[in-house]
């Protein structure tokens, strides 16, 4: 059974930083391009960052470039996002999918139930 489940969501200040992790079971982890995929209340799915299955080439959307880290460790069969100077409008739900970018990620069907990053003082 696939399975692709995420943690490190949780309530921080703006300007804060969050480490969330996501861990594969079920099928191959190390050859799939992996995203990670958010959706805010009320609206749709956003793309945030794709990174090869080999990690030699990463994607951020542009409203995280430069404040969120994309990383993956095929040995562990996990995939990680560093956020840092986060803002009000990182609050959503943050899943990871296979996939490199926003076509492909949010039409994925290996994916997991998401991990909650609310940013509010």
């Known amino acids: 059974e696939v399975q692709l489940v995420e943690s490190g969501g949780g309530l921080v200040q703006p300007g804060g930083s969050l480490r969330l992790s996501c861990v594969a079971s079920g099928f191959t982890f190390g050859i799939y391009d992996m995203s990670w995929v958010r959706q805010a209340p009320g609206k749709g799915s956003e793309w945030v960052s794709g990174i090869q299955s080999d990690g030699r080439r990463i994607f951020y959307a542009s409203s995280v470039k430069g404040r969120f880290t994309i990383s993956r460790d095929n040995a562990k069969k996990a995939l990680y996002l560093q956020m840092n100077s986060l803002k009000p409008e990182d609050t959503a739900v943050y899943y990871c999918?296979?996939?490199?970018?926003?076509?492909?990620?949010?039409?994925?069907?290996?994916r997991g139930q998401g991990t909650q990053v609310t940013v509010s003082s």
């Open positions: 999918a296979t996939g490199l970018n926003a076509r492909d990620a949010i039409r994925s069907t290996r």
